[in-house]
RNA sequence: CGGGGCGUAGCGCAGCCCGGUAGCGCGCCUGGUUUGGGACCAGGAUGUCGAAGGUUCGAAUCCUUUCGCCCCGACCA
């Protein structure tokens, strides 16, 4: 591609509303225009990126022995009704009718519409496995579209949707897929971990996230450096401390605390640290009251909560409530009894195993203005009724796996594996005859890739002050020729002119800038656009028979005789 | 949806409090000088001041309504 025949808009400065990096890079370098919330327009220099990410998923997806078709964006609204989501779905899912007054869905996802064709033409186990995939424009309307393309309302996935006999195959077709993602992301040059992932209420029994490493991310993983232990903060669990609780070493004591109600507050009051103290958080289920103790300075993990039987439709309770409970306001609970304030017959205390195995803690005494000290389960109130992990992990954690100490990163998910079972083939009978002529249901797993978020999250992994650098995977160019003084230069001209021509017959996807800019504003540029790979032909190296390469990572430029640059650059591709 | 903020030239912004006929930087156009790190000189073009209504002799500025956008907030590729 001759640059002075592309398409280039570059700008020193970026949109204010831009916040995040990788935002204002592909605004800067011209890879993608603003629309409207969360609509973007790809730009050719962006089209080429996304090209080359939807390539490489495309190889390694047929590699892995799926297929590929394509699947509408607008869909017939009872599908989604049969499969029960019309109405399960909510606002997010945009909804259009045709002239006729018929409703349509702009599609969010594609298990209806594939779940129908397995039902048709998957008749027989003969037939099976199958995978079958599509790379198609979704459209979610989201409650807050931001950061560009990473958090957009129409985006591009790609989706594949695995059918098998049963358990097994379904595992089987999940764990290809897992070893297809990782190959891709590898191949897409982008630090990763898959990580296990709640798989929330759909039903199915597996799912693992695929997360891009990054601080601007929107999640936050627990993985341990030693072992290849990692899950989303939801799922990693907060194992029991090692050791047993101390034992109680200390009286008892009622301190006046008045008007120190959060834990901060009493840590400096009492000159105690956090770890010291006992928190209390207060919930309402179908069992009743729930008084949660917690280490001062962990987290309670609202999804953990929700799997403790205890808590079973859980809610937080209400002022009144705790105060009718515990006969206290909030601020001043705790397990301690105190008499003629708590009512522990009505309460069950559910604690967290840290909370648990702690000994001689601080909490409050169930009146006003009070806490106590030197507080101990069993001696000064009885042990909890319910022991549990009902916290988020903290760093330095032991890891689940009993291999090191967990860190935490944030993290961007490209990806997503999920065994989700029976849960649509059910819904809308996909089920084919075994061996023994009798009917099933088919197994289904679903699998995606935000193809457009895989753009973002990898400048967000790769760039400098001077802009985005592209892993060569997904580069819109892997080598440019920087001609200086193309308009001027004889010379200049017919050495880029040729070098360029070799590159190109032996494959190189390589750009020749002979748009005659400036040295400065090309190099700038091209920096900015992060092209991994960079010749410079100038007059001033011509003269000794020498141009210039530069990885975009590189310091400095490295001479390279002219004769020998097409041998070097095959080298630095390699 | 709740809370906060913003809509002025292609982009980034000032002007608004305190009404008086719209400005700066980048970019763009013309000519010249330049040409190994976003050049310099001279000249030039560009705005229904988001939209509608109101107050006023007069509105970018004050008031009302409305639309759009951004940021923060527990369902996601």
Avoid at 140 to 158: A, L, Q
Avoid at 174 to 181: C, K, L, N, T
Avoid at 448 to 474: L, Y
Wanted: hydrophobic share 45%; aromatic share 8%; glycine share 8%.
């Amino acid at each position: 591609m001759k640059l002075s025949n592309f398409f280039l808009s570059t700008t020193k400065e970026a949109p204010a509303e831009a916040e995040i990096v990788s935002h204002q890079l592909m605004m800067r370098a011209g890879m993608i225009k603003k629309l409207g919330a969360g609509i973007y327009t790809w730009m050719p220099l962006g089209v080429r990126v996304l090209r080359k990410v939807e390539n490489i998923v495309r190889e390694e997806m047929n590699a892995a022995g799926a297929v590929e078709l394509l699947m509408p964006v607008i869909q017939p609204a009872e599908l989604w009704q049969e499969s029960g989501r019309w109405d399960k779905m909510g606002p997010e899912m945009m909804r259009i009718k045709d002239r006729h007054d018929r409703d349509f869905i702009v599609q969010p996802t594609s298990e209806e519409v594939i779940t129908d064709i397995a039902r048709q033409e998957l008749r027989s186990w003969r037939q099976l496995p199958k995978n079958f995939y599509h790379i198609q424009t979704k459209f979610r309307d989201e409650r807050r579209p931001r950061f560009g393309v990473m958090r957009s309302r129409e985006f591009i996935m790609k989706d594949a949707y695995s059918f098998d006999v049963d358990k097994d195959g379904l595992m089987k077709s999940y764990q290809i897929m897992y070893d297809a993602y990782a190959r891709i992301f590898t191949r897409l040059g982008l630090e990763f971990r898959a990580v296990n992932a709640d798989t929330g209420n759909i039903g199915g029994f597996a799912s693992h996230e695929f997360q891009v490493l990054a601080e601007s991310g929107e999640d936050v993983i627990a993985y341990a450096p030693d072992s290849d232990f990692a899950a989303n903060l939801e799922m990693a669990e907060g194992v029991a401390p090692v050791a047993p609780r101390a034992a109680a070493s200390k009286a008892l004591e009622l301190v006046h605390t008045p008007g120190q109600k959060t834990c901060e507050d009493v840590g400096t009051f009492l000159k105690l640290p956090l770890e010291r103290q006992l928190k209390a958080m207060m919930y309402m289920s179908d069992s009743g009251f729930v008084l949660c103790m917690l280490r001062a300075d962990h987290m309670v993990n609202e999804i953990k909560l929700g799997k403790v039987p205890a808590l079973a439709n859980y809610r937080p309770a209400t002022a009144e409530e705790i105060e009718a409970h515990l006969g206290v306001e909030p601020g001043y609970c705790g397990p301690v009894p105190r008499h003629g304030n708590a009512h522990p017959d009505k309460v069950i205390v559910v604690a967290d195993r840290t909370a648990a195995a702690m000994a001689d803690f601080v909490c409050g005494a169930n009146e006003s203005g009070y806490h106590v000290t030197g507080g101990n389960w069993g001696r000064d109130c009885p042990e909890p009724d319910v022991v549990a992990d009902i916290r988020s992990v903290v760093d330095g954690d032991a890891s689940p796996d009993g291999k090191g100490v967990l860190k935490l990163r944030r993290g961007i998910e490209v990806g997503h594996v999920f065994a989700l079972g029976q849960a649509y083939s059910a819904k809308l009978g996909a089920k084919f005859l075994d061996k023994d002529q009798k009917e099933q249901v088919m197994e289904m797993g679903c699998y995606g890739i935000g193809i457009t978020r895989v753009v973002a999250a990898a400048i967000e992994q790769n760039h400098d002050e001077k802009g985005i650098i592209w892993p060569q995977a997904m580069a819109p160019f892997a080598v440019v020729i920087a001609a200086l003084g193309y308009d001027r230069s004889a010379e200049v001209k017919a050495e880029a002119d040729s070098l360029y021509a070799s590159l190109s017959a032996s494959g190189v996807d390589v750009a020749l800038d002979d748009r005659g800019e400036r040295p400065g504003v090309m190099f700038a540029e091209l920096e900015l656009i992060g092209i991994p790979h960079r010749i410079t032909i100038g007059d001033r190296g011509l003269k000794e028979g020498m141009v210039e390469y530069q990885a975009r990572r590189d310091t400095a430029a490295t001479k390279v005789p002219l004769a020998e640059i097409a041998a070097f650059v095959a080298r630095a591709l390699a």
